[in-house]
C-alpha cells in the first residue's frame, strides 16, 4: 500500500485544529471558573443540531454556522446563568457532576426530539482531496477547517491580549476578589467565559461533524474526549498547551486511524492517557499542580 | 469616648463629610470584631487609623470597601448610604482600597495590572495618560513594565499596589500598611506623593499603619482603634502629645 | 406495589448492619457494634431476602437480581467517591470486565465438561480478579491526578470499551458480546423453585459479601487512611501515609466490586456485551451513588433500587398512555436517562447528601422528638 504521508498529515492537522480549539474552549471555562465542562460535547452537540436545521431550512452552510455560534452562546450563558451558578464550589466534584447531569438531560433530549439516526452534515468544501501530479495532498475542506480554526485562535489571542474585556476576564480569573476591588464585574467575566466557551465549543464540533458519521445525539462524545485528553497532555492552564497537543494529538489519531482502522482510535486515546499519566504525570507541559491534588 | 472633630464640624454646620461611618458593627461569622465604631473622613484629609495587631483595622477597611459585609450601622459616602453598593460599584464611587499585602496579580504584567484599576471607566486613551502618570510617579515600574506580578520584589508590588489605585481616580483611598517591608526611604516617597495628590486633586485618604509616628506625621486625624472600638479620635498632634493614651494603646 | 415494598424490605435488611458515615457521631444500636455483631444482622437479612424472593414472581426475583447486581457497583463507586474523593465516570468498564471474565472462564469450564459448585464459583472469583487488577492498573495512572483528570481518564474508558470488544471480537464476540453458559439451580432445587429465584439467591449473596466486606473496610484503619487523604493529602502524607497506595488501593477495591457486580448480570443475563455497559450505564451508576448519598452503603442501596425501578415505572407510564410508536421508541431509554440527568442536577445542588441524608435527618427528628416527650 502507498501511504499518503502528506495527505494523512495535513487531515490529522485539521482535526488536531479542532481538537486544540475544542480544547480551549474547555481551558476558557476552566479559566474562567475553575470549572472541568465535561458538558462541553453535549452543548456543542445541540448547537450543532441547531446549525443542522438552519442549514437545512435555508440551504445555507454560513447561516447554520452563525447559528452555532450564537445558539453555542446562548446555551453557555444559559447553563452558567441556570445551572452552575448554583453549585457547591467547596466540593470539587460538584461541578463535574451537575456537568454530567446535564449531558445526560441534553443528549437524552436531543435523542427525544430529533431520534437517534445518523443525519449527514453538509460540508461546505469538498473533502476528497487536491492532487498535484499523482500525490493526493490534502483536502479543501481540511484546509478551510485549519482557516478557521487559525482565525479562531488568533481572534481568541487578540481578545486576551489585547482589549479591556480581555483583560478584565484573565484577571477576573486568577485574582478574583482583586479584581472585584478594581471594579471588574467578576460573575459577568464567569458568565462571558461560559459564553465565548460555548460557542467556541459549538463551532468545533460543527467542523468535526463532517468528518464523521454523522449528527447524531452523542456526535460529541468521542470529540469531547481527545479534547480532554488534550487538555491532560497540554495543561486546562495552558492555551498554548491545548493547541500544540491538540495538533500532536490529531496528527497520531489519524494515522491510528489510517493503519489500524477507525474503531481503534479509541483504544489509542486511552493507551495515550494511561501512557502519559504512567511514564509523565506531571504531564508533557508544565502545570502540574493543575492537575495533581 | 466622644468624636470631638465630628462633633465639631456638625455644630460649625459644615458640609458632611465624605465619608461618615455610624455604629459600624461587622465581624467573620459569629466573631463580632467592630463594636459600633463610628468615623468620619472629611474631603481632602487624610485620618490615620492606628491600633494594636487584631485590633479590627483592616477589618473596618474590608467593610468600608464591601468586602465584608456590615451587620449594623451605617456608612455613608458622599451623602449616599452605601448598604447596597457591591464591591466593584464602589470603586466606581470613588472607593478604591489598597488591601494589605500587595495583591498585584502575579500572572499579569506591570502594565496590565496598573490598566486594571482603570478598566471600569472604559476610555482606553484616557487610561494609557493615567498609567503613563502612574509611571512617572513609581519610575522603578516604569522599568518593569513587562514583568509579571510574581517577579517583583515585595517593595515593587506595593508601588503596583498603590499605582494601581491612583489610576482608577479615586476620591477616597483605603491604604492598609503601605510601609510594610518597605524602605524608608520609598516610604517618604510615597507618602510625600500621596500628599501631593491630595493637595492637588483633593483626595481624602484612610490610612493604616503600624508606624504610628510616621502615620500621624502626615495625617490630620488620627482615630485609635482598641479591640473593635474606636477610644481616641483626635487632631494627629493631641494625639502625639497625649502621653497617657500613647502609653496605654500605642505602646510609646 | 409488592415489588416495591418486598424489595425495599430486602435492601432494607442488608442495610441494617451497615456503618453510615453521615450519622458516625450519634448513639448507635448496640447490636451493630462488632464486627460479629454485623455479620449476624447481615445473615438475618440475607434470609429475610431469599424468603421474599418466595413471594415474587419469575420476572420480579429478576429485576430483584439486577438490583442485587447494581449494588455491588453503586457500593464499590460510593466509596470510592465517598471516601477518597475519586471520581469515576468507567465504573460500567469494571463491571464489563467482570462481565466477561465471567462469561470466558464460565464457558472454558463448560466446554471442559466441569459442573456443580466450580462452576459456579471460580468464575466470579476470575472476574473479581480480572476486574481488581484492571482497577490497579487504572487507579494507578489515576491516582496523581485530581478529580476532573480523573473523571476524563474513566470517561474515555468507558467510551473505548465498544472499540476493545469489536478489536478482539474473536474473543469477546465483537458487539454481538458472549452467550454465557452458567450453572443452572442445583438438581434438588429444580422441583421446588424456578431458575429466576436461584438465580436472586445468588446475585442476592453476592451484594451481601460486598456490603459486608465494604462496611468492614470503612470502619478499618485502611478506611480511615482512605479519608484523611481524601480530606488533606498534604496532612495525611506527613502523618506517615501513601497517598497513591491508599487511592490505588480503595480504586482496585472498588473496581473489584463493580467486576462482581458485572459478573452477577453476566450470571442472571447469560449474556456479556458491550451494550449493555455503554457510557448511559456508567453514569446511571454516579446518579445511583449521588441520589441515595454519597459515601454512604445504604444509600447506594437505594440508588441501585432506583435503577432498576425507575425505569420500569416509565416504561408502565409511556406504555399506558396513548401515544404513537414513533414517540415511545424515542422515549424508551431516553426518558430515562432525562429524568435521572435531572435528578443528578437537582440533588447535587439542592439535597448533596442524597436519600440516606433526608432519611438520617428524619430519623434524627423522630428521635428527638421521642426523647423529648419521654424526657417530659
Ligand atoms: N478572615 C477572618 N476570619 C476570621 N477572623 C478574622 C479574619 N480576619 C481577621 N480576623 C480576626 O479579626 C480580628 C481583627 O483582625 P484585623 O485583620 O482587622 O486586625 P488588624 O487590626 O488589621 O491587625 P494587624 O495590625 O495585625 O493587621 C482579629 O482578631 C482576627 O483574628
Ligand atoms: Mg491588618
Avoid at chain 2, 495587631?53 to 468600608?64: F, H, I, P
Avoid at chain 2, 509579571?148 to 508590588?157: D, F, K, P, T
Avoid at chain 3, 406495589?1 to 435488611?13: C, H, L, P, Q, V
Wanted: charged share 15%; aromatic share 6%; net charge neutral.
Amino acid at each position: 500500500m502507498d501511504v499518503p504521508i502528506l495527505l494523512l498529515a495535513g487531515t490529522g492537522l485539521a482535526r488536531g485544529a479542532i481538537f486544540a480549539a475544542f480544547a480551549l474552549a474547555l481551558v476558557l471555562i476552566w479559566r474562567a471558573a475553575r470549572i472541568a465542562n465535561f458538558a462541553q460535547g453535549a452543548m456543542a452537540t445541540v448547537s450543532c443540531y441547531v446549525a443542522f436545521h438552519v442549514t437545512a431550512l435555508t440551504g445555507n452552510y454560513w447561516l447554520g454556522l452563525a447559528a452555532a455560534l450564537v445558539s453555542g452562546a446562548v446555551l453557555g450563558w444559559v447553563v452558567e446563568r441556570g445551572v452552575m451558578r448554583f453549585v457547591d464550589r467547596s466540593n470539587p466534584l460538584a461541578a463535574v457532576i451537575v456537568a454530567i447531569g446535564l449531558v445526560m438531560v441534553l443528549t437524552s433530549t436531543l435523542a427525544i426530539a430529533f431520534g437517534a439516526d445518523y443525519r449527514p452534515m453538509p460540508a461546505p468544501f469538498p473533502r476528497e482531496p487536491i492532487r498535484i501530479g499523482d500525490v493526493a495532498v490534502i483536502s479543501p475542506y481540511s484546509l478551510f477547517v485549519l482557516a478557521v480554526v487559525a482565525v479562531l485562535m488568533l481572534a481568541l489571542a487578540l481578545l486576551f491580549t489585547r482589549t479591556g474585556v480581555g483583560l478584565a476576564m484573565r484577571a477576573a480569573a486568577f485574582a478574583p476578589e482583586v479584581s472585584r476591588l478594581n471594579g471588574v464585574r467578576v460573575d459577568r467575566m464567569r458568565t462571558l467565559g461560559w459564553t465565548l466557551s460555548a460557542a467556541v465549543g459549538g463551532l468545533a464540533a460543527l467542523l468535526v461533524i463532517p468528518t464523521e458519521l454523522g449528527l447524531n445525539p452523542h456526535a460529541a462524545d468521542l470529540l469531547f474526549v481527545y479534547a480532554f485528553t488534550v487538555a491532560i497532555v497540554g495543561g486546562l492552564d495552558s492555551p498554548v498547551g491545548a493547541v500544540v497537543a491538540g495538533l500532536a494529538i490529531g496528527v497520531i489519531l489519524t494515522f491510528v486511524t489510517a493503519f489500524a482502522g477507525a474503531t481503534f482510535a479509541p483504544i489509542a486515546i486511552v493507551v495515550i492517557l494511561l501512557g502519559v499519566l504512567l511514564v509523565r504525570p506531571q504531564g508533557l507541559f508544565a502545570a502540574r499542580e493543575a492537575r495533581v491534588a | 469616648m466622644t468624636d470631638t472633630l465630628t462633633a465639631t464640624a456638625r455644630h460649625d454646620a459644615q458640609p458632611a463629610a465624605l465619608l461618615e461611618v455610624s455604629g459600624l458593627v461587622a465581624g467573620y461569622g459569629q466573631g463580632e470584631v467592630l463594636h459600633a465604631v463610628d468615623l468620619s473622613v472629611p474631603a481632602g484629609s487624610v485620618v490615620a487609623v492606628v491600633g494594636a495587631n487584631g485590633a479590627g483595622k483592616s477589618t473596618l477597611l474590608r467593610v468600608l470597601s464591601g468586602l465584608l459585609p456590615a451587620a449594623a450601622g451605617t456608612v455613608r459616602f458622599d451623602g449616599d448610604d452605601l448598604a447596597s453598593a457591591a464591591v466593584e460599584d464602589r470603586i466606581r464611587r470613588g472607593i478604591v482600597h489598597v488591601p494589605e499585602g500587595r495583591h498585584a496579580v502575579a500572572e499579569l504584567t506591570v502594565d496590565e495590572n496598573l490598566r486594571l484599576g482603570g478598566l471600569w471607566r472604559g476610555d482606553r486613551r484616557e487610561l494609557r495618560a493615567d498609567v503613563d502618570a502612574a509611571y512617572d510617579l513609581f519610575p522603578a515600574l516604569a522599568a518593569r513594565r513587562t514583568s509579571h506580578g510574581h517577579a517583583l520584589s515585595g517593595g515593587e508590588r506595593q508601588m503596583l499596589a498603590i499605582a494601581r489605585a491612583l489610576v482608577a481616580h479615586p476620591r477616597l483611598l483605603l491604604l492598609d500598611e503601605p510601609s510594610l517591608g518597605l524602605a524608608p526611604r520609598i516610604v517618604a516617597e510615597i507618602l510625600g506623593t500621596l500628599a501631593h495628590l491630595r493637595a492637588e486633586r483633593g483626595l481624602a485618604i484612610l490610612l493604616v499603619e503600624q508606624n504610628v509616628r510616621s502615620a500621624l506625621s502626615v495625617a490630620d486625624t488620627g482615630v485609635v482603634l482598641n479591640l473593635g472600638s474606636v477610644v481616641a479620635a483626635r487632631p494627629s498632634a493631641a494625639l502625639l502629645d497625649d502621653e497617657q493614651l500613647r502609653h496605654a494603646y500605642l505602646g510609646f | 406495589m409488592t415489588t416495591t415494598t418486598t424489595a425495599a424490605r430486602a435492601a432494607d435488611a442488608g442495610d441494617a448492619p451497615m456503618p453510615s458515615p453521615a450519622d458516625a457521631p450519634g448513639p448507635r444500636p448496640r447490636f451493630t457494634a462488632t464486627a460479629r455483631g454485623r455479620y449476624a444482622v447481615a445473615a438475618a437479612g440475607l434470609v429475610l431476602a431469599i424468603g421474599a424472593t418466595f413471594l415474587l414472581d419469575p420476572y420480579r426475583n429478576y429485576l430483584l437480581s439486577l438490583a442485587a447486581a447494581y449494588v455491588c457497583a453503586t457500593a464499590g463507586l460510593t466509596i470510592l467517591i465517598g471516601r477518597t474523593g475519586q471520581l469515576s465516570l468507567g465504573h460500567a468498564a469494571f463491571m464489563a470486565t467482570g462481565a466477561y471474565g465471567f462469561a470466558l472462564t464460565s464457558n472454558a469450564l463448560a466446554e471442559a465438561g466441569i459442573e456443580g459448585p466450580v462452576l459456579l464459583l471460580v468464575p466470579f472469583l476470575v472476574a473479581v480478579i480480572a476486574a481488581t487488577a484492571f482497577g490497579t492498573l487504572v487507579g494507578a495512572a489515576g491516582a496523581r491526578l485530581h478529580g476532573p483528570y480523573l473523571a476524563g481518564l474513566t470517561l474515555a474508558i468507558v467510551l473505548a470499551l465498544p472499540a476493545v470488544t469489536s478489536t478482539f471480537s474473536g474473543l469477546l464476540g465483537g458487539d454481538q458480546g458472549l452467550y454465557v453458559r452458567t450453572e443452572r439451580r442445583p438438581e434438588v432445587l429444580s422441583a421446588v423453585i424456578a431458575n429466576e429465584q436461584w438465580q436472586a439467591w445468588v446475585a442476592l449473596v453476592a451484594a451481601a459479601i460486598v456490603l459486608v466486606l465494604l462496611a468492614q473496610l470503612g470502619r478499618s484503619p485502611s478506611g480511615i487512611r482512605m479519608q484523611a487523604v481524601r480530606d488533606d493529602t498534604a496532612a495525611a502524607r506527613l502523618s506517615g501515609i501513601d497517598p497513591f497506595r491508599v487511592k490505588v488501593q480503595a480504586f482496585a477495591i472498588s473496581a473489584g466490586a463493580a467486576g462482581l457486580g458485572g459478573a452477577v448480570l453476566a450470571y442472571v443475563t447469560q449474556a456479556a456485551s458491550p451494550g449493555a455497559y455503554g457510557l448511559s450505564f456508567s453514569l446511571f451508576l454516579l446518579v445511583a451513588v449521588v441520589v441515595g448519598g454519597t459515601g454512604t452503603l445504604p444509600g447506594a442501596v437505594w440508588g441501585a433500587l432506583l435503577l432498576v425501578l425507575l425505569p420500569e415505572a416509565i416504561a408502565a407510564v409511556t406504555d399506558a398512555l396513548p401515544l404513537p410508536d414513533d414517540a415511545v421508541s424515542r422515549l424508551d431509554g431516553n426518558l430515562a436517562v432525562l429524568i435521572f440527568g435531572a435528578l443528578l442536577v437537582v440533588i447535587m445542588i439542592a439535597a448533596p447528601r442524597g436519600i440516606q441524608g433526608a432519611l438520617v435527618a428524619l430519623r434524627g427528628r423522630i428521635r428527638s422528638r421521642t426523647t423529648r416527650t419521654t424526657s417530659t
